[in-house]
């Protein structure tokens, strides 16, 4: 017993158990961050990601502004909310970062990918995965006669479902370029 | 009017126009064409220290002292990682720092050049920003920069890494009020719906404590005023994390000591048990927090804080106001003004009597001995004869940091400098030098273990060439002492590599320095070796011989709850289970 009298070893919880009343549950989200174009800007961006081991499930970034130097950076995460939050303030603190902002709460969004996906084969699987494009709205960007290159764009998921349909046709390579998304309306 | 100078001469121009007195810098190929520079003009005094870590330190020491930033001047490549500790320390402390380091010329980056590292992706984790400049027609701008980045917001370290080519090459240069303004612009006033809610939490709470931290220290001298004017004016009681101490007085009638893991009894318990918890400028560290699931369960938390990111990061908070102290409480003290506000002072009553009862436990009460020097008793002494002085403390890492934090008193802000968040031994003797190099006449002392002095004690030799008479109070222990306790505490009392073979003869090396090295190991001489060791005009190392096996109490043992305090050897034994021993 210490001068307290408590028990010894009463403990049974970690100093560092972060339990939280936003919940445990975990939740995805995309976040929109607009930053200066600068040099290592992508490179601190994925270093704030390791370094406090936050999930990236996507991640896209180009420049959308020449004159002002600014780019914009989509990345698609997985946390509790209260990590999300935290993800959210440790981006809005960085030095080069100018607005960040959370599609998944802040309104309807539209998300879209794209993907590039080489099929080959001859015959019945040939025609089948033609079909399947069509009714994806995929298109031909590259064909011989063993092989195509679909190119799609759609959600995440209309992405993944045509690349199932793929694998029994013949598919070789994905190439995706993740997810790109914008708030809908004014 | 375009003004065309080389590289260098813009660094050295720009640093003079940001008000630059002070550059702690070792030089090397890298930096040569700066070093040259500095040396052509009178108005920044060039400081060189002895290893870069050092220069980090010093630089840290001189802006926690000032409150104006630290500027280091080091070379590439290793100069460069030499001073990534430096750096580290100040990130987790939010100490404003400058390291400028100079790089391989542009066309050869990339290809393992002599003294080439790839220093902005070394450092991109341990700065607040930093920036590889390509361009000398950018450098000036860049610095200037720099200095807004370190010191708006949370303050921080920031690196520029400039290539030799871009040093030589001829560039304009823009003056400070000519620079491009930043975006980045933290936000400095608080929400005022918030603060209102923080006012009226005020007026209803019975149980209440002001848990301040290091943001009051950086927000300047005009938050510590205000902090002081919200206590007068509520009567509420104050604790401090480690980095807060001595913005609210130690002499202050409401001041409870420190709080935390090693903090007091009457701090923690007040913060286990309180009804309202206003946080201004404090973080929530693990140290502070001990078990988070048993934190200050029944409080209503108001959290002042100019981070966004450290609200809600470890504690849920039910108000928080991102904003700078200083304006915060501006707007606190107004309303509160404004609306005639009173306390409860009935619950107040009742509340000031149990932390009387808490206080009545005697938390930092020890066992004193005629036959040894207590280290707790060394700094007693220490306190008493230094008392009514201009002094500033610094400190190493271990045991004795925490009795010093415990035992002395500090009674403004900026007089206590030590590492916490990152807890680097070797901090505190370069620390001493840069504080003495920015405050000449004072009594500068670094409170040191003997194994965290010997990481930098090359040092003293900076401190001989500048006579900065720095006083090295050294509480030898012959221990890693703090390793000792934790290996006494939850490894069976196997004292692994824990104790400090092989000192040198501490006296013998002042001697080789060529300042005064004392030795005290008797209680009943310790006063005068004291007192001789303050009225030595230099620089003084002092081995304090103190008992080995002293362990630092109170204290929340890890995984445990504020209220799961131990007060003393007899209550160590078993007190942290297997899920506590796997923290830090
Ligand atoms: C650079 C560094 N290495 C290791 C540690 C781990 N550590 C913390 S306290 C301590 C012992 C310090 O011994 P000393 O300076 O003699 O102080 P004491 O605890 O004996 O007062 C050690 C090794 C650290 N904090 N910093
Ligand atoms: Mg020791």
């Not at chain 1, 996507?58 to 959308?64: D, I, K, W």
């Not at chain 1, 030095?95 to 998944?104: A, E, F, G, I, M």
């Not at chain 1, 539209?110 to 099929?119: C, G, M, N, S, Y």
């Not at chain 2, 802006?63 to 280091?72: D, E, F, I, N, Q």
Request: some cysteine; overall charge negative; glycine content about 10%.
């Amino acid at each position: 017993m210490n001068a307290l009298h408590l028990k010894k070893g009463s403990s049974k919880h970690s100093a560092y158990d972060l339990k939280n009343p936003l919940g445990d549950h975990l939740e995805t989200h995309t976040l929109t961050v607009l930053v200066d174009n600068e040099a290592g800007v992508l490179a601190r961006v994925i270093g704030l990601f390791s370094g406090r081991g936050y999930n990236i499930d996507s991640l896209t970034v180009a420049e959308v502004d020449h004159e002002g130097h600014l780019s914009r950076i989509t990345v698609v995460t997985t946390g509790t909310p209260a990590v999300i939050e935290q993800i959210k303030a440790q981006l809005g603190r960085m030095v080069p970062v100018h607005s960040v902002h959370d599609l998944t709460v802040e309104g309807a969004s539209v998300e879209r990918e794209l993907a590039l996906v080489k099929v080959t084969g001859t015959g019945e699987k040939r025609v089948e995965a033609m079909r399947t494009s069509e009714v994806f709205r995929a298109a031909v960007v590259d064909s011989t006669l063993e092989s195509f290159v679909f190119e799609i764009t759609g959600t995440p998921e209309k992405i993944d479902a045509f690349v199932r349909l793929m694998v029994p046709l013949g598919l070789e390579e994905v190439a995706r370029t993740g997810i790109a998304a914008i708030s809908r309306g004014t | 009017m375009a003004r065309i100078m080389t590289g260098a001469q813009i660094v050295v121009q720009a640093l003079k126009d940001q008000g630059v007195d002070t550059v702690f810098g070792y030089p090397g190929g890298a930096v040569l064409p700066i070093y040259d520079e500095v040396f052509q003009q009178n108005d920044i005094r060039h400081v060189l220290v002895r290893h870069e870590q050092g220069a980090t330190h010093a630089a840290e020491g001189y802006a926690r002292s000032t409150g104006k930033p630290g500027v280091v001047l080091v070379t590439s490549g290793p100069g460069a990682t030499n001073a990534v500790t430096g750096m580290t320390d100040a990130l987790m402390d939010s100490i404003p720092i400058i390291v400028l380091t100079g790089q391989v010329p542009t066309f050869m980056i990339g290809n393992d050049a002599f003294q080439e590292a790839d220093t902005v992706g070394i450092t991109r984790p341990c700065t607040k920003h930093n920036w590889l400049v390509k361009d000398t027609d950018r450098l000036a701008d860049t610095i200037h920069q720099a200095f807004h980045v370190a010191t708006s917001g949370r303050p921080g370290p920031v690196l520029i890494d400039i290539p030799k080519d871009v040093q030589f090459a001829d560039g304009e240069y823009v003056a400070p009020e000519k620079a491009r303004t930043s975006h980045y612009q933290p936000r400095v006033k608080g929400d005022i719906d918030l603060i209102t809610l923080a006012v009226e939490a005020i007026e209803r709470a019975e149980r209440p404590i002001i848990y301040s931290g290091g943001g009051v220290v950086n927000s300047g001298d005009r938050a510590s005023q205000l902090l002081r004017e919200l206590v007068a004016a509520t009567n509420f009681p104050i604790t401090s994390t480690l980095m807060g101490l001595g913005c609210y007085p130690a002499s202050g009638k409401n001041w409870m000591g420190m709080l935390g893991m090693h903090g007091t009894y009457e701090a923690n318990m007040a913060m286990h048990g309180c009804d309202l918890m206003l946080c201004i400028g404090a973080r929530f560290d693990d140290r502070i927090t001990g078990r988070v699931d048993a934190f200050s369960p029944d409080s209503f938390k108001v959290h002042i804080d100019i981070d966004p990111s450290s609200i809600n990061k470890n504690i849920h908070v039910d108000v928080p106001v991102i904003g700078d102290v200083g304006h915060v409480l501006e707007d606190v003290l107004a309303l509160w003004k404004e609306r005639g506000s009173k306390t409860s002072a009935g619950g107040l009553d009742a509340w000031w009597r149990q932390i009387d009862a808490w206080k009545d436990v005697k938390s930092l009460a020890y066992r004193n001995s005629e036959k040894v020097i207590k280290p707790q008793y060394a700094l007693e002494r220490l306190e008493a004869l230094t008392k009514g002085r201009d002094r500033y403390i610094t400190t190493e890492v271990g045991q004795h940091q925490m009795w010093a934090a415990q035992y002395l008193g500090f009674e403004e802000p900026n007089r206590w400098m030590t590492s916490g968040g990152l807890g680097t031994m070797g901090y505190g003797l370069p620390a001493s030098v840069g504080v003495q190099i920015a405050h000449p006449d004072a009594l500068v002392i670094n409170v040191a273990g003997e194994a965290s002095w010997l990481m930098n004690m090359q040092e003293m030799g900076t401190a001989m060439q500048y006579r900065a008479p720095v006083k090295q109070f050294i509480l030898n222990n012959e221990r890693l002492g703090m390793v000792r306790q934790w290996q006494e505490l939850l490894h069976g009392e196997r004292y692994s590599s824990s104790w400090s073979e092989s000192l040198p003869d501490f006296v013998k090396l002042a001697e080789a320095f060529g300042c005064k090295g004392i030795i005290c190991k008797d209680p009943a001489d310790l006063d005068d070796a004291i007192q001789e060791m303050l009225d030595y005009d230099g620089p003084v190392i002092f081995d304090c011989l103190v008992e080995k096996h002293e362990n630092c109490f109170p204290m929340i043992p890890s995984g445990k709850a504020h209220n799961e305090m131990l007060l003393s050897d007899a209550a160590m034994s078993d007190a942290i289970d297997a899920e506590g021993a796997v923290l830090v």
